[in-house]
């Protein structure tokens, strides 16, 4: 177990962890007092659950149910209870659920099927109403059981939030995900909102949790590498870090992380099709019959399915429903081994592919895997990756405990005492800019008819690429990667805003030099601004009368877990730096 060191702050704080999980959420709390050693806890209960043992389950689903005017109307496991469902049917209320799958980046998983928004809203927005929702619980529960929190919640007392998110999700996710927490009013949307807000990648937490819970002590020694496999409701995050010491217990990125989504829900969605080519001809087909059987097959036939030699079970009905052509009898559906085996395959063998892949580039056999996370109960998936490893000689472990909260308990873990020293850039950063005009040089030569004359007189070539890191590096959270660019406006026109596109590179160059090349690889990230003082910009004459030039350091900071940014230029001689924006679009 990790000790943490009393709590060294000048005033009481209450820290929150929200992880919002496709299928399934979680909340956990600190409060921090000045010298007091912190103490992580989950939440523990929610509405909808009462009268339930939950005392090895701390989540509630990730559903809500909407009214005809868009309206939030139950959420959670109150939108699970039976009651709920017969007025969400009588007033034709909405269903959504896997929402937070709709936020992941189009390169992961392009062209899913997921199941419909039905609902005139955002995802945004519908993540803002099931965060407050989630918040609302969070503060009924600390207030009715944590005196202590209770005053920190009856005081205008800041609190500070953590959010986990997937491995493959980066800046625009994140910043969704901010605007989302500013909807639901966890945070206000000024710099002070953003100070309080941090966000950790699900691998990253997971770590956190099995190094802070002493899950992974006789794995974590000095040289040997761990490997994260979380295997939650929708995505797979597979993270690999090295152990930089033991004591204390130090750990560096040493692989690009992974992210796949293949989790459970992938295995419900193929089960629900293959039930419905199965009862195609049945007259047990029906939407309300297909809904009974997936909701037994969720909760029963999957989490208990073992091994392809025996049979599976789906309760759907009564004595008196049979249909021998579909083996069902007496209200219960049968599908064999194989058939069950089916709808797990893709998402084993994707997770096998994805170990694999983290591990080519290390000592495997000084790597121990960890399997953590709600799908890692399922015992078919367990026994199907421990002969894959066995076969190769390497050690996987499921610890033992609640490892399904091992997201949400881990990301107060990395608030409070983050054990990761370095991270790895996940692609190849730069912006595009324009180079002086060079015949001799042969990529210039082959694209002769793209110059122009610029405000200075040069003529100028378009759509070079200007490296600011490539793809590996290894980053600690100090080091900063600043590429510089002068820019030139007409006298008359000054805008000092200045603004840089940072373009994210996906393809398999390692030094990709022209953006026309490829240009399906090259997305832009973001773009970052900022406003130097007009004193410090220069006056230049050029062919067609005068212009102003500034030259500009775009900084990067790439070695948090989220992306910062900063612009520094000389002004008077003095180097001057400021703070930028990161302004996200829609990714390409």
Known sequence: MLQLDPYKGSSRKLVIAIDIGTTYSGAAYCVLDPGEIPQVLSVTRFPGQEGENKSRDVKIPSVLYYDQQGRPRAVGAEATLQDTEDEAYTQEWDRVRWFKLHLRPPSILPGATLPP????????????????????????????????????????????????????????????????????????????????LQFVTEGEASLQFCIATGLGNDVMQKDRYVTIVDCGGGTIDLSTYRVLDSQPIAVEESVIPKCLIQGSTMVDHRAEELLKSKLRLSRFSTPGDLQVMMSYFETTTKPTF????????????????????????RGVLSLSGLEMASLFRPSIDAIKSAIDSQLSGINAHLTTILLVGGFATSPFLRTELQEHLNKKGLRMFTPEGQTSKAVVEGALWFYLDNRVRA???????????????????????????????????????????????????????????????????????????????VIAYRGNKT????????????HTLCTIKAAPALSSWEKHSGPNGPYWSKRIDVILLLGLTEMKAHLSWLENGVRRISPASIIYGEEQ
């Open 511 to 522: 030094n990709p030099e022209w953006t026309d090349e490829e240009p399906e690889m090259f």
């Open 306 to 329: 073992k091994n392809i030699s025996s049979t599976s079970y789906v309760r759907f009905g009564g004595q008196s429903d049979t249909d021998e052509r579909v083996n069902i009898r």
């Open 117 to 196: 928004i039905g609902v005139n809203k955002s995802i945004v927005e519908i993540l803002a109403d099931y965060l407050a929702y989630v918040f609302r619980c969070v503060k009924d529960f600390i207030s009715e059981t944590n005196p202590t929190g209770r005053q920190i919640l009856d005081t205008d007392t800041p609190i500070d939030f953590v959010l986990s998110h997937p491995n493959g999700w980066s800046g625009p996710q994140q910043s969704n995900m901010r605007r989302a927490a500013i909807l639901a009013k966890l945070v206000p949307d000024d710099d002070e909102g953003t100070a309080r």
């Open 423 to 501: 991270r790895v850039v996940r692609h190849t950063y730069g912006s595009e800019c324009a180079t002086r005009y060079d015949p001799s040089l042969p990529g210039h030569f082959i694209r002769k008819h793209r110059t122009y004359t610029g405000v200075d007189g040069d003529s100028r070539l378009p759509c070079c690429f200007a490296i600011l890191t490539q793809k590996g590096t290894s980053v600690t959270e100090e080091t900063g990667f600043g590429i510089s660019c002068i820019t030139r406006r007409l006298f008359g026109n000054l805008n000092t805003t200045v603004s840089v596109d």
